[in-house]
């Protein structure tokens, strides 16, 4: 088994704090608050997931803390299939905990957030079974084992880790930032496996404790983010079906707060993105209740935000494509939850664009009609039409090229700018797959703020 080969190591890294065994997991509510998971407790529980589970758990060591400590990251998918069962792409999850060493109950809905879908996979749960078939869900438990296992905020070094990220580092009132953005092994490792292993999640779920809210972008700002329609509705779906857990900007939800993972996942990486702060209570006198049974209202609004990922982002769908007499009446309805606001039809010969359409907008859980000028418009017997945006408003966002089915396209017989190939079986194939994923450099732009275009004056606080 995987977890003799690092019996050696969780022995070096031996701390004075209480270890509980890997059989007993977290002890829900203990006789004292001090006594929690260690990081070698947890280490010694995720080999045996993975050693356990080959079918659907990755377990992946991606960085060490300042005192040497692997960061594991728990992959969890259906690892049979690459992609789900239409060929199309899984969708991603990333969550992490563990930012502040003293939040055992933020670190423990991590664990939680991992060991649900194993226990759920085991046991034939529709649910479990359906997210781990169509997407990945990736689960960093304790990002600051040296601080978890000192029982301190901080790193080793006396950083605060949730402001230690490359977003306006160090430009609200805030302590221990640390002497540069990144400047701790932590996050700079945190950093480079969202911009290499997960750079297309369509969630970004950072656990925290300290009071009972879930935070959205921004932090910085009391502005509502570009994406307010889809934060609103996800907020606005939670309290009418799962929980009445307060759902905010962060910024007017708890105070400033800048160099954070949530605001660097959404302003940087482009992702939807949620910080978690379970209650502020860690410790409740005579208490025995379970870790499921303490977080299982949080669990539920994970669940959530997990099975629904596939709405978390504009997913434009043509209804109807007429080229006639220089123009292309465009219909198009969004199946996600997410606006996008430069959307554009281009066309597309031998690999090259050949004619791209003026941009237009297309809000989240909308249908819209277009007319686009296509007076310049020359189709060949080779091209092909696509759809061509970014699955979301925040500048930062990845773009997508999607192929126009060739079933949706009218040629009118007076068209004279050229015509559309028959529907041979080769055709119909590449024109109904999707073209792939081309990242587009992401950036916030130059005067520092948020987009503000579209933002909702009815503020949450």
């Known amino acids: 088994m995987r977890v003799v080969a690092v019996l050696a190591m969780l022995l070096a890294a031996s701390t004075a704090t209480v270890l509980v065994g890997a059989e007993e997991g977290w002890p829900g509510e203990p006789v004292d608050n001090h006594v929690h998971m260690t990081w070698a407790a947890m280490t010694i529980e995720v080999n045996e997931w993975a050693d356990e589970n080959p079918d659907i758990v990755d377990l992946a060591d991606v960085g060490k803390s300042e005192l040497g400590r692997s960061l594991w990251v728990v992959r969890l998918s259906d690892w049979s299939i690459e992609t789900k069962a239409d060929g199309s792409a899984k969708e991603i999850i990333y969550i992490d905990g563990g930012h502040h060493g003293n939040e055992y109950l933020g670190t423990a809905l991590a664990w939680l957030s991992a060991k649900w879908y194993i226990n759920g996979w085991n046991d034939g749960n529709e649910e479990a079974v359906r997210v781990l078939q169509n997407s990945e869900v990736h689960v960093l438990i304790m990002l600051n084992p040296d601080g978890n296992d000192i029982d301190t905020r901080w790193n080793i070094n006396q950083v605060d880790l949730n402001r230690n990220y490359d977003h306006y580092w160090n430009t609200c009132p805030t302590t221990q930032p640390g002497s540069s953005a990144f400047s701790e092994s932590e996050t700079s490792a ?10 297309e999640a369509d969630l970004y779920v950072t656990m925290h404790t300290g009071v009972w809210i879930m935070l959205y972008p921004w932090g910085k700002w009391p502005e509502q983010p570009s994406d307010w329609e889809l934060f609103h509705y996800i907020r606005d779906d939670v309290h009418a079906n799962i929980s009445d857990i307060p759902i905010q900007n962060a910024n007017q939800g708890l105070y400033p707060n800048c160099g954070t993972s949530r605001d660097y996942g959404y302003g940087v990486m482009g992702f939807p993105t949620f910080t978690f ?24 609004v994970m669940r959530y935000l997990i099975d629904n990922v596939w709405y978390w982002r504009a997913r434009l769908s043509v209804t109807s494509f ?39 907008g297309v809000n989240a ?20 039409f696509e759809l061509y945006y970014q699955k979301r408003v925040i500048d930062s966002s990845l773009w997508v090229n999607e192929s126009i089915p060739t079933e949706q396209i009218t040629i009118s017989e007076g068209s004279e700018k050229g015509w559309l190939p028959f529907a041979s079986p080769i055709w ?7 073209a792939g994923i081309r990242r587009n450099e992401r950036f916030i732009d130059d005067c520092g703020q948020p987009d503000q275009t579209n933002v909702s004056q ?4």
């Open 365 to 384: 859980t909308n249908s819209t009609q277009t007319i686009l000028d296509a007076s310049n418009l020359t189709m060949t017997d080779s091209g092909q």
């Open 322 to 360: 007429v080229v006639e007499d220089g123009d292309i009446a465009l219909g198009i309805e969004n199946m996600g939850h997410a606006s996008t606001s430069n959307a554009t039809v281009r066309y597309i010969d031998d690999g090259e664009v050949k004619w791209t359409s003026e941009s237009f």
């Open 458 to 461: 009815n503020a949450d606080s």
């Open 428 to 434: 119909a194939v590449l024109a109904i797959g999707l």
């Open 277 to 300: 702060e379970t209650d502020d209570e860690q410790f409740v006198p005579g208490s025995a209740e379970s870790l499921e049974d303490r977080l299982g209202e949080e669990m539920d």
């Open 190 to 199: 945190n950093s480079v496996y969202m911009n290499t292993v997960v750079p």
